[in-house]
């Protein structure tokens, strides 16, 4: 197996590992390491595959945030690269709700172009998973919402890849058409 192959499975078990009992909040409730992959494949698709770090720091990029790791172990297992980005995408979770998401509009133009391409792709992915399998208890004012806000952190992250940008915006419109959202 070629090195970039290995640390890519590498950190696919980590992540699986990592986000075990974690599911998503659809109706459907996905394995939560579903989400992971999309963004990696994401970042792979509109990257010629060629960053494997980047691709890495996208199958990783909620480890620190939702499961404890810690920067340290990322940057042992995968390198100071990849931690560094995961690190740029991971919320402070002392902070409320509300503010962590008013930092991420604010603090996104300012992010690294990797951390930019991960969010970007995050992002897509939550609107999908919001698209297929909407949150149950999401009336249609939560997920224009939610729309709206993941529009205003993408809007600070455009610049860097062409292609995430129109994957975001055509998702963006399937779900204004779809749930019949105003367009912010």
């Not at 996208?58 to 560094?84: C, P, R, S």
């Not at 172009?113 to 939550?126: F, G, P, Q």
């Amino acid at each position: 197996m070629t090195e970039p192959a290995q640390k890519l499975t590498k950190a696919m078990l980590f992540a699986a590992k990592k986000h075990t009992d974690q599911r998503r909040k659809g109706e459907r409730a996905e394995p939560y390491v579903n989400h992971l992959v999309e963004v990696a494949d994401l970042l792979a698709s509109h990257t010629d595959g060629k960053n494997i770090n980047l691709i890495c720091a996208g199958i990783l990029h909620d480890t620190i945030e939702d499961t404890g790791t810690k920067y340290e172990e990322l940057k042992k297992e995968f390198g100071e690269n990849v931690a560094d980005i995961v690190k740029e995408c991971t919320d402070d979770k002392s902070l409320p709700k509300a503010e962590r998401k008013r930092l991420q509009i604010v603090n996104a133009p300012h992010k690294s172009d990797e951390a930019k391409m991960v969010k970007m792709a995050d992002k897509i992915s939550n609107l999908r998973s919001i698209l297929d399998s909407p949150p149950p208890d999401w009336d249609l004012a939560r997920k224009q919402q939610y729309f709206d806000w993941a529009k205003n952190v993408v809007d600070g992250c455009r610049g860097v890849n062409a292609g995430l940008e129109t994957e975001f915006d055509n998702t963006y419109k399937r779900g204004v058409k779809s749930f019949g959202m105003k367009v912010a």
